[in-house]
């Protein structure tokens, strides 16, 4: 009896914690997250929606301060800057939008980064601080963009329940 509770709710939270802590209606989810891996490699996902008479192009960049910086680029005419050539990379994420992955430089990570990801000339943009990168983990992410008190609402529910 108490699994078939869990289940329950279990899949009410996945199907209704969305729905009520969607605080833009419109937005499926955040356009730029940024998030650190187990290996201590830098995560960014960029979800832009592409504009389907274009070409893609994306362009990975982080700022502190006034000066940008390029990390990764697939832009015709348009170079990463040699420290981060061979340290990261770019894959394509379905059903739009690009994760760029750059391997270990969470140390060298400037204190309070802003990071921008260009996906054919759309901006997205995301601040973070070095001390405050959220690991990549599932878990970590539905805290951080879930409603908390729903979570605790369904645990709460599935105790009592059973």
């Known amino acids: 009896m108490m699994y078939r509770s869990l289940f329950v709710y279990g899949v009410l939270g ?4 969305p729905v009520w ?9 955040e356009l ?14 960029c979800r832009i929606t592409p504009k389907l008479s274009q070409i893609n192009s994306y362009e990975f ?6 000066k940008e910086n390029l990390i990764n680029t697939n832009v015709s005419g348009s170079s990463a800057e040699p ?3 061979d340290q990261s990379y770019v894959e394509e994420l379905e059903p739009h939008g690009y ?3 750059l391997e270990g430089f969470t140390e060298k990570l400037p204190h309070n980064t802003t990071f921008m990801c260009k996906i054919t000339k759309q ?6 601080e070095r001390d405050n990168l959220v690991p990549c983990s599932a878990v970590s992410i539905f805290l951080k963009k879930s409603c ?5 609402l369904l645990l709460y529910l599935s105790h009592t329940g059973s």
Do not use: H, Q
């Open 14 to 17: 996945v199907l209704l914690v």
């Open 21 to 29: 802590c969607d605080s833009d209606p419109e937005a499926e989810f």
């Open 32 to 45: 730029i997250t940024v998030c650190i891996e187990e290996d201590e490699d830098l995560r960014v996902d």
């Open 61 to 66: 960049s982080w700022s502190n301060g006034s």
């Open 83 to 85: 420290r981060f050539k």
């Open 99 to 101: 994760r760029m992955t």
């Open 123 to 128: 901006v997205a943009s995301a601040y973070v």
């Open 148 to 152: 908390i008190w729903v979570a605790g």
